[in-house]
């Protein structure tokens, strides 16, 4: 199992699938395309059924249950339905990084110690803790050009694995199960466009998490907030009581940011705001923030603090106009979750006969789950082994992704119990 998950997850990351978040098109970029073509003719070729690839570049599949129609499920709350059980991960990779010619590199056998990529990227022990864990593992690294692209074919390949092994294993008893594929997750529009009716699962799971036997039914409830700034340019030589400096008001604005509200002074379930774009002139600036916390009530603050600090910051610069525009970007699922119990249950068992040790982490994130668990469809998300995602020094565990293929493979028997 573990050859044929290492073909894939290198034949998926050969592929470059970047998003851009500044295209306006489904998906955000055409190249998404290729990988999703090549995954319906390998889904055709594992022999699911109505695999189709849509329009804006979302792969459906199903693999029917082989119990009997009349066959009764027993289930702790007696006989029912089959259920509908789906997987799914992204196809895109973050704009964070490049995608593009990705290298990978097999290290057999981990004997720990730092991994050298080139000669100015290294994977350092000392900033990698999870690497300890993994003596003896098959790492997959990048030459330290380019992200992995683990977030998220990581999953795919898992998915696809899980597939494979339950196709070969026909006397394992499955319920119904329905693949999706979805892009531009990066740029938060996984659940955009994906059509609930075409997947038609009762309850589903990502496969795009992260350490050993860490699972997530709890997202950060996220925001995103762009201030436009008019400010009056004029000749320099001529400004003395007419200028007024959009730039200056712009760096006054982020100056004026909480420092213990930040993404790089918080973790756990601290919410931040977070500036990551700004540009501009004396005439116009714009700046573009993050907005995360773990409840709605939070996000509002975030929200009051950032009309505050332009309230503040307009009264030191008369003429100025100051336009706060805020946008919802994904909830937190938690909420959504707690009221079918029995889906993150199932999960923390699968973990658990895996022989890992399941851990509930709230991720300072979203996945396409936050999105899909807010349209109807209850959506935690599974480990899948990756490390350092977005950027050069990404990495992944074989053996924690073969873990992964084995927590789907007993979901799928799990809910039928
Ligand atoms: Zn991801």
Redesign the pocket.
């Known amino acids: 199992m573990k050859e044929q998950l290492l073909d894939r997850f290198l034949r998926y990351v050969k592929i470059d699938t970047q998003s851009d978040e500044n295209s306006g098109t489904n998906p955000s970029t055409d190249k998404q395309f290729d990988l999703a073509r090549l995954l319906v003719s390998e889904l055709e070729e594992l022999g699911l059924d109505s695999v189709e690839l849509d329009g804006r570049g979302y792969v459906y599949a199903r693999l029917d249950s082989n119990l009997q129609k009349d066959q009764a499920i027993r289930k702790a709350s007696g006989p029912g339905p089959i259920p509908k059980l789906g997987f799914i991960a992204?196809l895109d990779t973050s704009p964070s990084a490049s995608g593009k010619d990705v290298n990978p590199k097999i290290i057999r056998n981990y004997p720990g110690g730092d991994i050298r990529l080139n000669g100015t990227v290294s994977i350092l022990e000392k900033e990698n803790r999870h690497l300890k864990d993994s003596l003896g593992h098959t790492l997959i690294t990048t030459d330290g050009t380019t992200l992995l692209g683990a977030?998220?074919k990581a999953g795919i390949a898992i998915i696809m694995t899980a597939l494979h092994y339950l196709q070969t294993h026909p006397e394992i008893p499955r319920p119904h199960i329905r693949v999706g594929f979805t892009p531009d997750?990066?740029i938060g529009k996984g659940a955009l466009h994906f059509d609930l009716e075409r997947f038609d699962a009762d309850f589903a799971y990502t496969v795009?998490g992260g350490p050993a036997g860490e699972i997530n039914n709890e997202t950060f409830c996220a925001d995103s907030a762009v201030i436009s700034i008019q400010g009056k340019n004029i000749h320099p030589g001529e400004a003395h009581g007419v200028m007024v400096n959009a730039l200056k008001i712009a760096a006054d604005i982020v100056a004026a940011l909480p420092g213990d509200m930040a993404p790089e002074t918080t973790k756990d379930k601290a919410p931040f705001i977070h500036p990551y774009f700004m540009e501009g002139s004396v005439g116009t600036a714009v700046v573009k923030f993050l907005l995360r916390a773990f409840d709605i009530q939070t996000l509002e603050k975030q929200k009051a603090l950032l009309e505050d600090i332009i309230l503040r910051v307009q009264d030191r610069y008369p003429g100025s106009r100051i336009d706060l525009e805020i946008s919802k970007t994904y909830r937190n699922m938690h909420g959504a979750l707690q009221q079918v119990p029995h889906v993150s249950a199932y999960l923390e068992e699968a973990v658990r006969r895996t022989g890992l040790v399941p851990k509930w982490v709230a991720v300072r994130g979203g996945?396409d789950g936050s999105g899909l668990t807010a349209m109807g469809l209850p959506c935690p998300n599974i480990f899948t082994g990756g490390h350092n995602?977005h950027g050069q020094t990404e990495w992944v565990s074989l053996d924690i992704m073969e873990k992964s293929v084995e927590t789907l493979v007993h979901l799928v028997q799990i809910c039928l119990e």
Do not use: A, G, K, N
């Open positions: 992204h977030d998220d997750e990066e795009d996945t995602y």
